[in-house]
């Protein structure tokens, strides 16, 4: 998708804020500083407009991006980060499985692992959940640029093997830095959308 007009619609806490222009949706879901924003940024094509933190934990509302009036970009809350309470942990849990499961216009999930270790028992948690509600889903390896090329094939069989990603699942390695797998991404939202 060529990109020209994105704009930060609303942060969501529950479904009574959530846009009711009834654009497709894409979420995206991973662990805190897994790079949800990067993979925005990248996607279209700003620096900085999706707000990337070297702390993790940033993320504590469901951030809509409307991009082109056509689709919403949805960075969900990253999980798995030590220093929210547990009630805070626990609210971010309840909103996101509300909006997984309930949003109609929801149409698919990335779900961002780090490329260069292996998935997280969170990680694994948020796959079979998607999974659970038939979500079609779209497992992102970010940070790739930082694992070297003859590495990637073992990175890949890691991450599928840890998740036990089925035939229902697609899979794309990814790097900000060098934008690798941009163009397939946006070619799995836009079969989606």
Known sequence: MKVNN?????SAVSSAQYPDDGYPEIALAGRSNVGKSSLINTLINRN??????????????????????????????????????KKQREEFGVM?????TTRKPLKGVIILVDG????????ISMYEFVRYYNIPVLIVATKMDKVKGNQWNKSESIIRKTLEI??????????????????EVWKWIEEHM
């Open 116 to 123: 260069r270790h292996e998935p997280s028992e969170d990680d």
């Open 6 to 10: 994105v704009s930060m619609n609303l």
């Open 48 to 85: 900085a407009f999706a707000r990337t933190s070297s702390k993790p934990g940033k993320t504590q509302t469901l951030n809509f991006y409307n991009i082109e009036d056509q689709l919403y970009l949805v960075d969900v809350p990253g999980y798995g980060y030590a220093k929210v309470s």
């Open 96 to 100: 996101i499985e509300e909006y997984l």
């Open 166 to 183: 089925d035939d229902q699942t697609d899979f794309q390695i990814f790097s900000s830095e060098t934008k690798y797998g941009k163009d």
